[in-house]
């Protein structure tokens, strides 16, 4: 999307009313209609998120239910099937559904992943890697343009997880960085996905941090993440089936201290617990932000000394 | 390097399982086994979609058995759309292929079938089943009615003094013909209703069954032939209700037009054209 470079950070501005989130899950609607949401509580700034091509349905009760939870609530629309690293030519189909829905439900944020997941025309239905190279960096910012350009608004892409090194020009930050500043897109960073990455391939996930600039960081992530059955601990999955490790809990701390505030996202797509447990898991993040909120009153140039 | 060969290399990893076209793109080789993850990860987001598309004929068939059929499937119809939402519009198929023992030669495939032979009870109504699970599924995701034909409408059109017959109606999104044997039909109620005995149902003798979505929950049951022809003359265009009530009465002249009406606007099952 030539014409829709970010001048501001927008993206930050979009989300700044937003503390921690969950994930929105179907068995968890009963209890999240049942919040009182009505006057002001903990759970004020409390969001939820989805994977948008979920509710790619002509109608029925996924959508009412999305309705429901959007009358009291924010939401962040969370793609994984945009495959915006490759196979742009099918990109037009997919983003005409993504942008119908974002007409209907005005998420707040709107979030991809720095991928390719269609080839041939194929679905992979997995968020595949690409190769940190000049032209994969090129194949990403022009997948960005169509789906910018596509839903007609900006949106966030996500780290991926890595499990292994790809022959590369440039390391992970740089490419990132690179592709939000020539597309206009902001950037969600994954904080699990960094942890496991920095476990699977050895890099410092604070140097990481580091070389984001706080101004394209619009959304964070955190979840759970299991060893490789075959592989043990040396092999980290990014499973979203169990609770945050402390690991990934001290790396949010330390990206909140660079960052700011920022939503975060608990993502949980497996082994779903109880909504009692996610939302004491939710307080946790929330917590964090609030601490960092208050050293930020406490303490102006707290930042620049952390930098 | 070009991104392309690099895609290329691994589509055909992720098609075939060879890591070997992408060595020279992995910067340590003793990594390489690594990428099974991403292998895995395609497989196993199939393969839970198609579980919970096909609900029934997992229960039926056992988690296991119904996730070897499921890995074949995704080996043969991979998704093409960037959502597994209503992926397996071609299970049903591939489950009679696999009945018929035709095609999918591979060694999973014979391993099923050596499994097919010593429990083929599992096997029996299957492809219904299939067929049921899918019907089901895209009743519940159809487009909601625009406007629904209700008893209030209907009381108000009668004190206008409009003739009913001349309404013009036709059923709404989520209504679903779809021929199945009876018997399966009954064991897929049964499986759905966590009940040990298959249901004795009262057939038809049509072996059509209509689904459709009532208040966010889709609903099913065995038509008559003349049920059939009534839902048939409505189905897709639009036509007036004494026409279709006129196709009814040609097959069963006792057809009952208030009481198959009547269940028409309790269970929503008309919207309305023009009048």
New interface residues.
């Given amino acids: 999307m030539k014409g829709n470079k970010l001048c501001s950070p927008q993206h930050i501005v979009a989300g700044e009313e937003l503390g921690a989130g969950l994930s929105l899950k179907p068995e968890h609607l009963d209890d999240i209609l049942a919040l009182p949401v009505k006057k002001p509580s903990s759970h004020h700034n409390l969001w939820f998120e989805v994977h948008t ?2 509710y ?7 959508l ?1 239910y999305l309705r429901a939870v959007r009358e009291n609530y924010n939401l962040s629309f969370h793609g994984v ?3 915006l ?2 196979d742009h030519q ?1 990109m037009s ?2 983003t005409k559904r993504v942008k119908a829905l974002i007409d209907e439900f005005q998420p707040t944020l709107v979030s991809e992943h720095a991928v ?16 940190r ?1 000049q ?2 960096l090129q ?1 990403l910012i022009n997948g960005i343009d169509c789906y910018q350009s596509g839903i007609g608004r900006s949106i966030l892409i996500e780290n991926p997880s890595n ?6 020009d440039m390391d992970e930050p740089q490419f990132l960085v690179e592709a939000a500043k020539r597309s206009g897109c902001g950037l969600l960073i994954d904080i699990n996905n960094l942890y496991i990455s920095s476990k ?1 391939t050895g890099i410092d996930a604070l140097n990481y941090l580091t070389q984001i600039p706080a101004d394209l960081v619009g959304e964070i992530h955190i979840a759970g993440h299991d060893p ?1 059955p075959a ?1 043990g601990q040396s ?1 980290l ?1 990014d499973s979203h089936a169990a609770a945050v490790a402390p690991p990934v809990w001290t790396l949010l701390e330390q990206a909140l201290a660079l960052f700011g505030h920022r939503p975060v996202l608990v993502e949980r797509d497996a082994n779903i617990p109880a909504f009692d447990e996610l939302m004491s898991e939710r307080q946790t993040a929330q917590d964090y932000l609030n601490q960092c909120e208050l050293k930020k009153s406490l303490n102006a140039p707290y930042k620049e000394l952390v930098r | 390097m070009s991104t392309h060969q690099y895609i290329d290399a691994f589509t055909r990893y992720l098609r075939s399982g060879d890591p070997s076209a992408m060595a020279h793109f992995c910067e340590n080789a003793s990594h390489i086994k690594r990428l099974a993850v991403y292998r895995n990860g395609f497989y196993k987001g199939c393969v839970d979609a198609l579980t919970a598309n096909f609900p029934m004929c997992e229960k039926k068939m056992g988690r296991e058995s119904f996730r070897k059929m499921a890995r074949l499937y995704v080996d043969h119809f991979p998704p093409e759309q960037g959502t597994l939402v209503g992926y397996g519009e071609n299970f049903p198929d591939v489950v009679t292929d696999f009945m018929s023992g035709a095609a999918l030669e591979n060694k999973d495939t014979l391993e099923l079938t050596v499994s097919k032979q010593s429990t083929a009870h599992l096997y029996v109504n299957l492809t219904d089943i299939a067929h049921l699970d899918y019907a089901w599924l895209m009743s519940l995701m159809s487009a909601d009615s625009s406007e629904i034909l209700t008893v209030e409408y209907v009381a108000q059109l009668m004190e206008q003094g409009n003739e009913l017959t001349e309404l013009s109606v036709k059923l709404n999104p989520s209504v679903l013909l779809l021929r199945v044997n009876d018997e399966a039909f009954a064991e897929w109620i049964s499986l759905k209703t966590n009940s040990n005995d298959v249901l004795s149902t009262e057939f038809s003798t049509s072996n059509i069954v209509m689904l459709w979505r009532l208040q966010g929950a889709v609903q099913a049951r065995s038509l008559s032939i003349a049920e059939v022809a009534l839902m048939q003359a409505l189905q897709g265009k639009s036509g007036s209700l004494g026409e279709a009530f006129d196709a009814a009465l040609m097959l069963d002249e006792n057809f009952e037009v208030s009481d198959a009406f009547t269940a028409c606007l309790q269970n929503e099952l008309l919207e309305i054209e023009n009048i």
């Fill in positions: 091509e979920n790619f349905v002509a109608g029925g009760p996924r009412n099937g945009g495959s690293g490759s099918a189909a997919h390719w997941s269609k080839s041939e025309g194929k679905y992979f239905a997995d968020l595949m890697p690409l190769p190279t032209d994969a194949s499990y292994l090194d790809f022959i590369s699977n490789d592989l092999l999955i």
